[in-house]
């Protein structure tokens, strides 16, 4: 079994409860009647995106299936409608690629040409080997899946729950082989990203350095149509440059197929992401789990768990700042910028104590302003620092996934204060300006796509756990 933070044996992953005595006073905080009102919208949002077997993320920015979404998306509806939770990751493992990558994005093939950009016709999956019939991206998100399916079983446990366990296991492990596998293009057991859109924080101030040595021209672009900025302000959004490069990554992975061997060599954008290992890490404590309520044995897991938990505080960890960082495989350094991905491998229950009490720090510094009692919302980048942009994707708005990431985090490191005052923060957030995709770090007013899925979900699970 795994020690825990102080050398606790088996402490709790991110299904860990709160466990203050006399409950979470944020309860009493936000009061009855808001939480009802939340509780509604919430609920009507994810019903709004239900498509038949799967929630899309947003109907006007994105209409299409996307892997990490569905993650979150499913612990949500575990409270609400559990058939659609373990549907809504059936139909994404059912688009799962033959070597085990699941896809970013699964094509809703009943779409008009257009609905998305990059859309089918760009990424060209069925020309890749491994690829399902379905029309899928070819690159990931952070593999949140089995922590998700874990949650969903636990919110509510039944015969079909158990069953969906047993289908989904062997996926989510293949899905773990991609990762620790062929994605270990630095040797050091660690997951690299091929895009920043893999991050799930695509335009995050850390991919600027490794962005700007990917070469472009902002002006290729004008053969394409943005999708995003017809829905969403320009200023909210990534700029052409930001789009051009995106366009370049992919267009090289594309052209080898999509295959790994030998991308240390070739691919433009190599970087070990603080935030998909440490999902990678919680998904062997989930996948543990899992496997002792199937029959299978979950030793492999906690032994696997331990050494991404080890390899993240060897390769990403700068005891200088204190917090955790990218690392560039292109130059074999730390990326500096001090963002929200450097708090993310709280979410692992066997963090050293060191790091915890480091990453506890960061996050209660002015630059994000985690507290016992927050006046404005956790950030995804440090407020203090020149380029945090307040209204940008990304580079400085406040986003539920993140903040819910983190809350689960301080929960298993036993930080009822400060969970409960994040817990607050990320309900008021919502009842006040409803379930944007993304808020002002000030003003909390809504930004980029109105009635966005994962904010309605991990709203509703923050609810639900007082
Ligand atoms: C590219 C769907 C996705 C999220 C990502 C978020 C955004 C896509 C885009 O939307 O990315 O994958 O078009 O900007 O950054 O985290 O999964 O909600």
Redesign the pocket.
């Known amino acids: 079994m795994s020690a825990g933070p102080a050398g606790r044996p088996g402490a709790a992953g991110l299904d860990a409860a709160t466990g203050g005595p006399g409950g979470d006073p944020a309860a009493a905080r936000i009061g009855v009647e808001r939480a009802a009102a939340l509780r509604r919208l919430a609920i009507d949002t994810l019903d709004g995106n239900w498509e038949h077997d799967h929630t899309v ?2 109907r006007t ?2 209409p299409h299936q ?4 569905s993650a979150f998306i499913a612990v949500g509806l575990a409270h609400i409608r559990p058939d659609r939770a373990w549907r809504e990751l059936r139909t994404l493992f059912a688009a799962q690629w033959a070597d085990g990558r699941v896809p ?2 699964v094509f809703n093939p009943a779409l008009p040409v257009g609905s ?2 990059p859309g089918p016709e760009f990424w060209d999956s069925a020309r890749a080997h491994d690829a399902p019939a379905a029309a899928t ?1 070819g690159i990931v ?1 952070p593999p949140i899946h089995a922590p998700a399916a874990w949650l969903a079983h636990r919110r509510a446990p039944s015969e079909a729950s158990v069953r969906a366990l047993g289908w989904l296991y062997p996926r989510l492990v293949a899905q773990q082989r991609y990762l620790t596998g062929r994605r270990d293009v630095g040797g050091s057991g660690l997951a690299c990203l091929v895009h920043p ?1 893999e ?5 995050s101030p850390a991919w600027d350095a490794p962005m700007a040595a990917v070469p472009a021209d902002a002006a290729v672009m004008r053969a394409y149509r943005r ?2 900025t017809a829905h969403a302000d320009a200023a909210q ?2 700029t052409d440059l930001d789009y051009a490069r995106y366009v370049a990554i992919v267009a090289a992975y594309r052209a080898g197929g999509y295959g790994d061997a030998g991308l240390a060599g070739r691919h433009p954008f190599l970087v070990e992401c603080p935030l998909l290992n440490a999902a990678l890490g919680a998904a062997e404590h989930a996948l543990a789990r899992i496997a002792a309520v199937i029959g299978a044995d979950p030793g492999p897991h906690r032994e696997r768990a331990a050494r991404i938990t080890a390899a993240l505080v060897d390769r990403l960890y700068d005891p200088i700042t204190g917090t955790f960082h990218p690392r560039d495989l292109r130059t074999d350094r730390l990326i500096p910028a001090r963002t929200v991905l450097g708090l993310m491998p709280l979410i692992l229950p066997d963090l050293p104590a060191r790091q915890v009490r480091a990453v506890l720090a960061e996050a209660c510094s002015p630059r994000f302003g985690l507290a016992a009692r927050m006046d404005r919302p956790l950030t995804t980048h440090d407020r203090t620092a020149p380029d945090f942009e307040p209204v940008r ?2 580079r400085g708005p406040s986003w539920l ?1 993140t903040s819910w990431l983190l809350w689960r985090g301080l929960r298993a490191h036993r930080r009822p204060d400060l969970a409960a005052g994040l817990r607050e923060s990320m309900l008021a957030l919502v009842a006040r300006n409803g379930c944007h ?1 993304y808020f002002h770090p000030d003003t909390g007013a809504g930004l980029g ?1 109105p009635a ?3 904010t309605a979900s991990l709203a509703l699970d923050a609810l639900a756990e007082s």
């Open positions: 993320p947003s920015l994105y996307w892997s990490w979404d970013h994005i998305y950009f991206s998100q859109w991050s799930g924080l695509d335009n999708h995003d959004r990534p994707y990304w996934n995709e796509s966005f899925s994962w």
